[in-house]
């Protein structure tokens, strides 16, 4: 049991290492913007860091799917 929540603190901390990253270093070089407030990555962030990397990983991977150039976007915090 206690080596099963070890892993996911060390998946969790993976994903927002990622996601630090992607802020840091990708996404300056993008020529668009996230239509959304916040923005997907901070939204990842913010879900990961509240519900773990599973379901954090999974409402971030759902955000993303719903970002699109046709998206309205708009505010949308994480539940």
Known sequence: MNNEKEDGIVLKSILIFLIKFYRKYISPMKSTKCPYCPTCSEYGLQAVQKYGAIKGGLLAAWR???????SKGGYDPVP
């Open 64 to 70: 993303i799917l719903r970002c699109n150039p046709f």
